[in-house]
Every structure is written in C-alpha cells, then in structure tokens.
C-alpha cells in the first residue's frame, strides 16, 4: 500500500526477495520484527506517529525534515555520516574497501541484500557478516529516530556484541558452530583488541 502513495513499483519477484531476507539474515527474533516493520511500514517514524495523532509533529526532530523511515534511515545528513562511518570501521576489520551500490529499490525496502557492488572482494563469510553488521547499525539509527542524538558506533558495537550472545548458541543447535566461526572470527577478534578503539578514532 505505501508503495502507492509513494507511486513506487516493486516487482513481486523483489517483495519476495525483501520478505525472505527479512527471515533470514539475523537468527534475532528482534532484527526479524524490525525489518518486518520496515517492510509494512508499521515502524513508528515521526509521520506515522503524526497519522495516528495529528498533534505529534511529523518531522525530524534532528533537522526538521519530514521524519519519514527513508529520512530517518539514510536521508538525514548526520545518518549519512553515521553510515560512513560504519563502513568505514568494516572496510578496516575486513581489510577491504566497501561501498554500497545502493539500488532504488533497497532504498525504499529498507531491507538489506546484494547491494555489493559486482567487483566487491569480500567473501561470502565477510558479505554476510557485513549485511548483519549493516542491518544493526540501521537498527541503532531507527532506535534514535526520535532521538536529538544521533546514533553512536560505540552503542552500534555493543549492539553487535550483544546479538552475537544470541546467534552462537542458535548455530550451535543447529551444529553449525563452525559456521558462526567462519563468519564472525575477524570481528570477534576485532572486538576483543586494541584495533577497535584506533577504528573508532580514525
Ligand atoms: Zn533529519
């Protein structure tokens, strides 16, 4: 339905695509609901707020912009700098330079896959470890949504260790471990050691 009153078309093959991920990147009940929010529209931006109680105000409190999701997610300037540097800190745990190639259609699903650019370097264990690193800093930034502050790389690492707490045993059932291990050895490592305060500082 937003995809009307926004005259965008999504094709059911990317809807589809979008709902599946949305099951399927993160074992985390709660980065599940979130993107599920994301793709019905139903997370509690300013302008659904405002839609429900017309004495909410509709706008970004950061800026004073329409406070719409694709604002609060990736339009507004300081959440541009936020996702700089997220990636920034990623490009230097992987050891490659990641840029996005962000498509129309990922920018109005919210959802994240294949936004890799064709000549990424990253493995598959890396690219899956970058997309569920991505999916919790845009987890962080609709949390300060309504927030004056913006989203801070410190609250988006603990973020990320504390999902990690959920994921290893559900591999573990599942007899994955070594899996799990493939995909986050290099961020463990990178939490655990000095790198991260001088990721953070450059
Ligand atoms: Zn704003």
Redesign the pocket.
């Known amino acids: 339905m937003w995809c009307e009153r926004s005259n965008s078309v999504i094709s059911v093959e990317d809807w589809q695509k979008a709902c599946l991920k949305a099951q399927t990147q993160a074992i985390n009940s709660h980065l599940k609901l979130i993107q599920c929010k994301w793709l019905t529209r139903t997370d509690l931006t300013p302008t659904l707020l405002n839609k429900s109680d017309p004495d909410t105000s509709d706008v970004?409190v950061?800026?004073?912009?329409k406070?719409t999701l694709i604002?609060?997610l990736w339009?507004?300037?300081?959440?541009q700098t936020v996702w700089t540097e997220v990636l920034n800190v990623l490009s230097f745990i992987t050891g490659v330079k990641i840029k996005l190639c962000i498509t129309h259609n990922y920018t109005l699903l919210c959802v994240s896959w294949d936004f890799f650019p064709v000549e990424c370097k990253l493995n598959t264990e890396n690219k899956k470890m970058t997309v569920y690193c991505l999916l919790q800093a845009k987890h962080n930034m609709a949390d300060t949504c309504k927030s004056i502050s913006r989203p801070s790389l410190q609250a988006w690492l603990a973020s990320l260790s504390n999902s990690l707490v959920l994921e290893k045993p559900a591999f573990m059932i599942r007899g994955k471990y070594s899996t799990f291990k493939k995909i986050w050895k290099i961020f463990l490592l990178f939490l655990e050691g000095e790198n991260a305060t001088e990721a953070l500082l450059t």
């Open positions: 970004c950061k800026c004073g912009a406070g604002h609060c339009k507004h300037p300081q959440i």
